[in-house]
């Protein structure tokens, strides 16, 4: 990832002072700031707070707290219990557990999250043409995946193209700030627009392709992603716009059989209120919604493309 001109990762590991190191995701577009764990337990919060956000940089991150953690198995526990609905984080854990939270295993693990993106950006930017505009929603780039993407990959690669980006601001978190801030780093042409304005743009012929990213995706393909990301695959259907999901093998969840059994994670209602002074009586904030597999046209994954259309 491209931040001020040089390469930089959303989190890495500092070797002498035994922390992990992350891009505090809370604080940009407006402010670069770093956040250090020097234990699992900060590791958990910042997982939990949205220091760290993206299904594969969520897996990564945890991974390192696995190493962190005294007692591997109450590590594995307190991790888990962070955020329900990314498959990722539960992979990621099952992982270390497996290879005893040993740091070279932490480092195999994530090094082998950012191949898996950069092929995913190698296969779905085959599917990008000259001039295409596409439309994503939430922020599935190098700061949720620690490097290239998962929907952002694909755009990466063909960069060249002359491509244009409708990116969703995606409330309430407006994670399409980040998306924003990161495309502006690479030099892509886009424009942040309101969630409820991508029909508007679809419906007059100005987007000619959708890529989300996903943090959980049923043994029959469902899709469980950022919240609006259902309406915004009814849309495109309706509107004969193709529909990709761009997400890497360990966030299908093959233990599940559809996406009705993905738990979907309710945040604060302070996400939903914080920017108004009026406070109503009952707030409701799922983090996610499921998009079912019939609204996809196909999954990018680093050893291929599903097409499901």
Known sequence: MLVEGKNMRSLWWDEEEKTLNLIDQRMLPFQL???????????????KKMVVRGAP???????????????????????????????????????????GGELD????YVEDTIEKCRRIGRLGGK????????????????????????????LRMAKDR???????????????????????????KHALIADNAAGHFMS????????VGADRIASNYDVANKIGTYEKAVLAKENGIPFYVAAPISTFD??????????????????????????PSDIRNPAFDVTPAEYVTGIITEDGLIRLD
């Open 254 to 279: 093959y233990t599940i059989p559809d996406g009705g059994k993905i738990k979907i994670e309710e945040r604060d209602a302070e996400e939903v209120t914080k920017i108004f002074d009026y406070v």
């Open 33 to 47: 700031k770093i956040f250090e764990a020097d234990s699992a337990e900060k590791v958990a919060y910042a997982i």
């Open 204 to 211: 007059r012929g100005e987007v000619d392709m959708v890529i």
């Open 127 to 154: 599917l990008i043409k000259q001039g295409d505009k596409i439309l994503t929603h939430c922020n599935a780039g190098a700061l949720a995946t620690v490097d290239w993407g998962t929907a952002l990959s694909p």
């Open 162 to 188: 002359d491509i244009f980006v409708w990116v969703d601001e995606t409330r309430p978190r407006l994670q399409g700030l980040l998306t924003a801030w990161e495309l502006e780093q690479e030099g892509i």
């Open 105 to 108: 295993a932490a480092h195999s």
């Open 57 to 99: 940089a969520i897996g990564c991150a945890a991974a390192y707290g696995m190493v962190m953690g005294e007692d591997i198995e109450k590590t594995a526990r307190m991790l888990k219990r962070t955020r329900p609905t990314a498959h990722d984080l539960f992979y990621a854990v099952d992982y270390m557990v497996e290879h």
